[in-house]
């Protein structure tokens, strides 16, 4: 059964930082593109970040762009996403993904496994 956990949500205020992680179990993600996502309360799931097999294969949003870092540790099966610089309109649930195919996918309907979500609060 494959499993992804996130990790490292909270309450921050404005300019502070976060770090996520997404720990997968049951299925080895070292060549597959993992994906970290967010959805704010009446809002549609969106893109943050992405990476590829390799670390050169990374996508941001323009929103987090400069300020995130997404980032993999195949041997432990996770990845992360580093937050800095967060503003309150970085408030919102933050899930990690994995996808089976492909590596260029910002569409969250081409990600096939789902962590629960962690909150992330950003207050001003």
């Known amino acids: 059964q494959v499993q992804l956990v996130e990790s490292g949500g909270g309450l921050v205020q404005a300019g502070g930082s976060l770090r996520l992680s997404c720990a997968a179990s049951?299925?080895?993600?070292?060549?597959?593109?993992r994906g970290w996502f967010r959805q704010a309360p009446g809002k549609e799931r969106e893109v943050v970040a992405r990476?590829?097999?390799?670390?050169?294969?990374?996508y941001y949003a323009e929103s987090v762009r400069g300020r995130f870092t997404v980032s993999r540790d195949n041997a432990k099966n996770t990845v992360y996403l580093q937050m800095n610089s967060l503003k309150p309109e970085d408030t919102a649930v933050y899930y990690c993904?994995?996808?089976?195919?492909?590596?260029?996918?910002?569409?969250?309907?081409?990600?096939?496994?789902w962590g629960q979500g962690t909150q992330v609060t950003v207050s001003s």
């Open positions: 049951g299925f080895t993600f070292s060549s597959h593109t």
């Open positions: 993904a994995a996808a089976r195919f492909g590596v260029y996918l910002n569409d969250y309907q081409k990600y096939d496994y």
């Open positions: 990476i590829g097999w390799t670390a050169n294969i990374v």
